[in-house]
């Protein structure tokens, strides 16, 4: 499964941003998606993930009531509306997706087996 991350760019405090993740296969549908992300000089942290259905969400508490994560079926892809950004949100989002995860494994990032390759989100003041 490949993963292509888009939406990123520069905004201000306050605004909005929406980033996309689109796989390559329908297989995607059976796989747990989701978002980290890594500024410069930190670790990976995990951002927020989505359940096989959509029917289930988890985020970190940082983004918590900012962001929304959803998927389209149909379209093999993962959304994340980013509303309130803060310049401590700037940072490179990586998509993520895994087959086989336990809602308690969602937020290790080790778990995941496929990573696209990051979409840059720069938040300024």
């Known amino acids: 499964v490949q993963l292509q991350a888009s939406g990123g760019g520069p905004v201000q405090a306050g605004d909005s941003l929406r980033l996309s993740c689109a796989a390559s296969?329908?297989?995607?549908?059976?796989?747990?998606m989701g978002w980290f992300r890594q500024a410069p000089g930190k670790e990976r942290e995990f951002v927020a993930a989505?359940?096989?259905?959509?029917?289930?969400?988890d985020y970190a508490d940082s983004v918590k009531g900012r962001f929304i994560i959803s998927r389209d079926t149909a379209k093999n892809t993962v959304y994340l509306q980013m509303n309130s950004l803060k310049p401590e949100d700037t940072a490179i989002y990586y998509c993520v997706a895994d087959g086989t995860l336990i809602r308690s494994s969602w937020s290790l990032s080790s778990q995941y087996d496929y990573w696209g390759q990051g979409t840059q989100v720069t938040v300024s003041s």
């Open positions: 989505i359940s096989l259905s959509g029917g289930t969400t």
């Open positions: 296969e329908r297989t995607s549908r059976r796989f747990v």
